[in-house]
């Protein structure tokens, strides 16, 4: 099996691109099934966030897609130009995919490095695959251990100290602009994942009154309760009164999972006179935005998008980058031996292929044997010298087989172990016979459990005790 990943992200698509991109959890079912209809053979994980869109494959060797092939279909599944996605898509082939889905999971390929957010969107996108039926052992096993590195990771360094995430950055961003805010009224547009936390984090500036609006109103009532924001302090309103409340405010917050702008700078503009010359601060922390990018252009509005927060990002980083040096040192050695397993188990899986054909050839053979003995042999000892014969081809295999799949041992980190898998593949023809993927375990939190000792391939009486 060869794992892929092709996708964008924040450091090689802009804005408008990603926004173009981006799959939203309710439309992942849609988005696995056309691939699992397109690609039958090939498992697959979408993974979008504000910050990238990625398709994790896993196939047989000969098998689609291509590099090629993932790159149309995500064009054509988003309705992009293919040409705009080939100078921005990146592809990973094997340890590069698998170490990328692991630094991804672990915050160490996010806007804000050590993020924890990116953890359960990988987990989620994960169990929606899962649920889809697009994910076998191959995407099992590295997910499920992507998964269990990251937790480590957070758990036993300082990386995610402070629980940095683009909800923080972004309300550093507007302290950085304003002196203070107890004399403003902050409005949070949205009270999902992204809208807590930007709102948990917004509450430390001490507004002079917050105000939170959601398109289900019980969810902004509830994470209003939540956080203890009182009617006097402002706490939830009903979505119908959003254009009141924009002529209200002084900072807007928007992060919603709208897959359309919801504020339209034809919606704000008479708005504006309202609010006689009163600057307007946006933030726009979604993607795709919730903020039409041509709100910039009216007067007395600033708006701002994710993009706008590298700079604080950038300083956010000071006095981390050995910390990060060590912990990508960690992923690194986590997502190597995850790809080990995975080749071992491929290996393994040919290696028992190749034990089967050719004590399929040597049954052939002690047949034809048998058959040219014929009369020659007592009647008597007939069964006797057929499992004599059956015991020499079994001992001749194991003998034939020993020395080469002795260089194969698990305890040889340096083994060239996808060389090997393809010269098996070709010298014996066995990819029908070894690329069959069994289904997949229900979804865990623990990893896949530790492998009897000895070789995948051995048979029971080869492995150690």
């Not at 020659?376 to 069964?383: E, F, Q, R, Y």
């Not at 979804?443 to 150690?464: D, I, K, L, M, V």
Request: hydrophobic share 40%; net charge neutral; glycine share 6%.
């Amino acid at each position: 099996m060869r794992v892929l990943m092709l996708g964008i992200n924040h450091r090689t698509a802009p804005l408008a691109l990603r926004e173009k991109l981006a799959i939203s959890e309710q439309q992942l079912p849609a988005t696995l099934a056309r691939f699992a209809e397109r690609f039958a053979e090939a498992q697959c994980v979408v993974l979008s966030t504000c910050n990238r869109t990625e398709l994790y494959v896993a196939r047989p060797t000969h098998s689609a897609p291509s590099g090629d092939e993932l790159r149309r279909f995500l064009a054509e599944h988003r309705g992009v130009d293919e040409a705009l996605l080939s100078g921005a898509a990146i592809l990973r082939e094997q340890d590069q995919a698998v170490g990328h889905l692991f630094h991804v999971a672990a915050g160490l390929d996010s806007m804000v490095l050590g993020e924890t957010q990116v953890l359960g969107q990988v987990r989620r996108a994960y169990e929606a695959a899962s649920a889809a039926g697009t994910v076998g052992r191959v995407l099992h096993q590295v997910f499920q251990q992507a998964i269990a590195a990251a937790k480590r990771l957070h758990h036993t360094t300082g990386i995610s100290a402070g629980r940095q995430s683009v909800g923080s950055v972004g309300v550093e961003f507007i302290r950085q602009v304003f002196e203070t805010l107890e004399d403003k009224t902050l409005l949070c547009i949205g009270a999902g994942e992204v809208g807590k936390v930007v709102l948990q984090h917004a509450l430390r500036l001490q507004p002079g009154r917050v105000l939170l609006v959601n398109r289900t109103a019980e969810r902004a009532t509830a994470l209003a309760a939540k956080l203890g924001l009182s009617a006097e302090q402002g706490g939830a309103r009903p979505w119908d009164a959003l254009d009141e409340l924009l002529i209200e405010s002084d900072v807007v917050l928007a992060s919603t999972g709208a897959s359309a702008p919801i504020v339209s700078a034809s919606r704000l503009k008479p708005l504006l006179r309202k609010r006689r010359g009163r600057p307007l601060f946006m933030l726009d922390a979604a993607l795709p935005r919730d903020l039409d990018p041509a709100i910039g252009s009216l007067s007395n509005v600033y708006l701002y998008n994710l993009d706008d927060l590298r700079p604080v990002v950038e300083r956010s980083l000071e006095g981390r980058r050995d910390e990060i040096d060590r912990c990508r040192a960690q992923v690194r050695g986590a997502a190597g031996a995850c790809m080990n397993a995975v080749q071992h188990q491929d290996i393994g899986r040919l290696v028992r292929a190749l034990r089967h054909r050719l004590h399929e050839i040597a049954d052939d053979e002690r047949r034809r044997t048998a058959r040219k003995l014929g009369d020659a042999v007592d009647p008597h000892v007939a069964g006797e010298v057929e499992a004599l014969l059956d015991e020499h081809t079994r001992r001749l295999i194991n003998k034939v087989l020993h020395l080469p799949l002795s260089r194969l041992d698990a305890n040889d980190p340096e083994a060239p172990l996808g060389f090997y898998a393809a010269a098996l593949r070709r010298l014996f023809d066995l990819e029908d016979a070894a690329s069959a993927d069994a289904p997949p375990p229900e979804p865990s939190q623990q990893p896949p459990p530790t492998p009897a000792p000895g070789p995948a391939w051995a048979e029971p009486s080869e492995r150690r005790a």
